[in-house]
């Protein structure tokens, strides 16, 4: 059973509006990741991180930021949200090239 | 290009029947192939991965194959049950970068029918 948690699972807010999705493991793993899912669509991702203090842009290009601050903590955070943010965001996290673990998701709808 | 495709995209059976599911990869340099099960609003849970080396793994009543040499991956689900109904979705690693990049298909949706 992987450890790992995301904050909230479901969020509806009004365009504009700063959001914070959390994202926690207790693996204590170093490499940890963001990634958008529309429905029926494969897995994109926007953010990683090889570990404290460092996070890098994916392929999908996202107006989201990320931090990393804590080895088990991993938020992404839009500034200023809109209706092309609406999408399912996944956190994972993995040890060197080993199994990755995902969060059970957030799905974010900006109305 | 990297591509992962899937298929079929979707897949309706009777409970107790068996079913394979279809990878085909063009990733390259190979690391390994992941299959990933995904319930609808729920993050996906790893099944198998394999490497290079590996053509055959399985997890209970899942069973990965790997063919590396035509770049071809099959999920067999054998006495399905209802609780099978969800995404299945393949995903290939490239070794040629320090975060061994991944390749995600778009899935093929199961549904098992009592």
């Known amino acids: 059973e992987a450890d790992i948690y995301q904050t909230p699972r479901y969020l509806v807010i009004g365009t504009g509006k700063k959001i914070t999705l959390e994202c926690s493991q207790t693996m204590g793993h170093d490499k940890m990741y963001w990634y958008q899912q529309d429905p029926g669509m494969e897995l994109h991702l926007i953010h990683y991180s090889y570990g404290v203090n460092s996070t890098e842009k994916g392929d999908l290009s996202s107006e989201s930021t990320v931090s990393r601050i804590r080895t088990e903590h991993f938020p992404l955070t839009l500034e200023s949200a809109r209706p092309s943010h609406t999408s399912q965001y996944l956190c994972?996290?993995?040890?060197?090239?080993?199994?990755?673990?995902f969060g059970e998701g957030s799905w974010l709808t900006v109305v | 290009k990297n591509q992962v495709e899937q298929s079929p995209q979707s897949l309706i059976i009777l409970e107790g029947k068996n079913c394979t599911l279809q990878?085909?990869?063009?990733?390259?340099?190979?690391?390994?192939l992941r299959w990933y099960k995904q319930d609808t609003g729920r993050g996906p849970v790893s099944l198998t991965i394999m490497t290079f080396s590996e053509n055959t793994k399985s997890n209970g009543r899942y069973t990965a194959t790997l063919d590396a040499d035509t770049k071809q991956s099959s999920l067999h689900i054998t006495a399905s049950q209802l609780s099978d109904s969800a995404s299945y979705i393949c995903?290939?690693?490239?070794?040629?970068?320090?975060?061994?990049?991944?390749?995600f298909g778009r899935g093929t949706q199961l549904t098992v029918w009592p």
């Open positions: 994972a996290s993995s040890e060197g090239m080993d199994t990755i673990y």
């Open positions: 990878c085909n990869y063009t990733v390259s340099p190979f690391s390994n």
């Open positions: 995903v290939v690693s490239d070794r040629g970068s320090t975060l061994g990049r991944l390749y």
